[in-house]
């Protein structure tokens, strides 16, 4: 079982759309999550980070943290093409301290 | 712009060359990173610098040398590369290493592909 896994897509939704974005993984001692978006040709950057079980808000950006069944999300509202990149998931694994990737989800918004 | 420049952005190198690449962050950060993104496999660790110490070696190849004389720059250097190794090599910082909710922060990265 991978570390942290992640549907390769691409996703595909229309604009104004809700699209949503999951992650499982597998150490249950990870103790914080990161969603990144990474357009094509680009670098990584950071769309948000929670820790605690529930959701966190910012802006059009929900992230959802379930730590009974290992899974965080990510839910953006009314998505704009401008979305259209690759979202990867990283996980904080505690007990050996490292930051753990997932492959990355490609998203699509279509106008 | 994240505060954390590489450069060169794009590099073509024979594999018998020497070439280096450049990070720079500006953003007080202690800890450095190299990270390589090839297609396909998730985002691979290879050096990790806290307070200009190295701290992580991922069993990475020796034709790859990092060096790290401050906390702002660090430097990875190439020779004898294969062309496995063409890839995104990204450079990134965080405030500290191993603390849960450390965000990292990456370079724009730099294209490097051997020939």
């Known amino acids: 079982q991978k570390e942290v896994e992640q549907n390769s897509g691409p996703l595909s939704v229309p604009e104004g759309a809700i699209a949503s974005l999951n992650c499982t993984y597998s150490?249950?001692?990870?103790?914080?999550f990161f969603w990144y978006r990474q357009y094509s040709g680009k670098s990584p950057e950071l769309i948000m980070f929670i820790y605690s079980n529930g959701d966190k808000e910012d802006g059009r950006f929900t992230a959802q943290l379930n730590k009974a069944s290992q899974y965080v999300s990510l839910l953006i509202r009314d998505s704009q093409p401008s979305d259209s990149a690759t979202y990867l998931c990283?996980?904080?694994?505690?007990?050996?301290?490292?930051?753990?990737w997932g492959l990355g989800t490609s998203l699509a918004v279509n106008p | 712009e994240t505060g954390v420049t590489q450069t060169p952005r794009h590099l073509v190198m024979g594999m018998t060359n020497k070439k280096s690449l450049k990070c720079e962050q500006h953003?007080?950060?202690?800890?450095m990173y190299w990270y390589k993104q090839s297609a396909k496999k998730p985002l691979e660790l290879m050096f990790v610098?806290?307070?200009?110490?190295?701290?992580e070696n991922n069993s990475v190849p020796s034709r790859f040398s990092p060096e790290c004389p401050n906390s702002s720059h660090l430097f990875l250097h190439l020779h004898t590369l294969q062309p496995e190794d063409s890839a995104l090599y990204l450079c990134?910082?965080?405030?500290?290493?191993?603390?849960?909710?450390?965000?990292?922060?990456f370079g724009e990265g730099s294209w490097l592909t051997v020939v």
């Open positions: 990134a910082s965080s405030q500290d290493r191993g603390v849960p909710g450390n965000t990292i922060y």
């Open positions: 953003l007080g950060h202690n800890a």
């Open positions: 990283a996980v904080y694994a505690g007990n050996n301290r490292k930051l753990i």
């Open positions: 610098y806290n307070f200009k110490e190295q701290t």
């Open positions: 150490d249950r001692g990870s103790q914080s």
